[in-house]
């Protein structure tokens, strides 16, 4: 059984920048891929990143590929979201989630472990 907490949101204005956190406990952290999901009221769950297992493989939806950057540290069992220039559009609860399968995917059917999320909320 994987938990994981997510860290790091709040409100920023438009153009700045956050960084969110997940840690994870229980499993082998270094034995599964991550990825981060996010939620706005009234819509569905989108997917926004993937790492795999080593952090050597990545994939980004395309509304924040060139201005976030997913990573992890295995040793700290922690995987990061860093958010650049955001906009209103990002705001939303951001989840992590991890599968329990091998590998990453972009849709959130593939992944059984979810956070509780944190707030992201962009002012313009």
């Known amino acids: 059984q994987v938990q994981l907490v997510e860290s790091g949101g709040g409100l920023v204005q438009a153009g700045g920048s956050l960084r969110l956190s997940c840690a994870a406990s229980?499993?082998?952290?270094?034995?599964?891929?991550l990825a981060w999901f996010r939620q706005a009221p009234g819509k569905e769950r989108e997917f926004v990143a993937a790492i795999d297992r080593s952090g050597g493989s990545t994939r980004y939806a395309d509304s924040v590929k060139g201005r976030f950057t997913i990573s992890r540290d295995n040793a700290k069992n922690t995987v990061y979201l860093q958010m650049n220039s955001l906009n209103a559009e990002d705001t939303a609860v951001y989840l992590c989630?991890?599968?329990?399968?091998?590998?990453?995917?972009?849709?959130?059917?593939?992944?059984?472990?979810w956070g509780q999320g944190t707030q992201v909320t962009v002012s313009s």
């Open positions: 989630a991890a599968p329990r399968l091998w590998g990453y995917a972009d849709y959130a059917a593939f992944y059984n472990y």
């Open positions: 229980g499993g082998i952290f270094s034995t599964y891929a």
